[in-house]
């Protein structure tokens, strides 16, 4: 999916700069990844009094106390060494907030002209940013391959089950249980595991029905997983 509208002049200076930041900060980058930087405006995805600081790679505050991750956090998350994605796979993304980087997500694994598009399903558990998430996938064009959920994503969502990819935006102490069952075999779970703070960024693999391998990729700081799990 592309984003429909052209890309201001302005802005697109914007995302280069960042592009060439992460570049110097060691982040891989993949032309996939880059493409769907470029392509998904992180400005419609920020409150309005925050526009300007949407290219500036840090957490910004959105509604109900939450946050939308920093950029280099979103292209962590997308990129082969983390949960690898590829164009068909079906994503499970627990705590959508602003639905960024649901919509990152969506242009990994069904990007625009592809005939086997995969789909993303976003979870967020608090209404007011279940809607604002919604209200901003539909006004950038990605309803057709994301669908927002109002729902603790700490249950997965058994309904679209097995996924290739569970992708969690908020820190537990433990991993969810269901999210395990619900990975296929093959597929990648990627969470912040810890305390309040501070936590280990983790990736766990289900090599098997039974077995599960497990990686660790370096400390990061989310905000709390709420819900049955938190
Ligand atoms: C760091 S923010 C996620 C940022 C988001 N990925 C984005 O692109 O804007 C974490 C989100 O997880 C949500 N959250 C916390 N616990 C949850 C749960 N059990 N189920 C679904 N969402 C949850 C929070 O409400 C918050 O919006």
């Not at 914007?14 to 980058?29: A, G, N, P, T, W």
């Not at 537990?172 to 280990?200: A, D, N, T, W």
């Amino acid at each position: 999916m592309l984003y429909p509208m052209t890309i201001d002049k302005d802005i697109l200076e914007e995302k280069k700069k960042v592009l060439s930041k992460l570049r110097f900060h060691s982040i891989d980058l993949t032309d996939r990844m880059v493409e769907a930087f470029l392509n998904v405006p992180r400005e419609e995805f920020v409150l309005e009094k925050h526009r300007d600081r949407a290219y500036i790679d840090t957490p910004l505050p959105i509604l109900s106390g939450q946050t939308i991750s920093a950029i280099h956090m979103v292209m962590i998350y997308i990129s082969p060494k983390c949960t690898d994605p590829k164009i068909g796979d079906k994503v499970l993304e627990v705590g959508a907030g602003s639905g960024y980087n649901a919509a990152m997500f969506a242009e990994m694994v069904a990007p625009k002209d592809t005939s086997t598009p995969g789909h993303v399903y976003a979870s967020e558990i608090i209404p007011e940013l279940a809607e604002f998430a919604k209200t901003n996938i539909d006004k950038t064009g990605y309803s057709d391959c994301v669908t927002i959920l109002q729902s603790d994503g700490g249950l997965g969502y058994p309904e679209e089950a097995p996924y290739d990819i569970i992708s969690v935006a908020a820190a537990s102490k433990r991993v969810p249980p269901p999210l395990l069952k619900q990975l296929k075999i093959g597929g990648i779970l990627v969470l912040p595991l810890g305390k309040m703070f501070y936590q280990e960024l983790v990736i766990i693999k289900r090599e098997s029905e039974e077995e599960y391998s497990e990686k660790k990729m370096g400390g990061v700081a989310f905000v709390p997983l709420t819900g049955k799990y938190g």
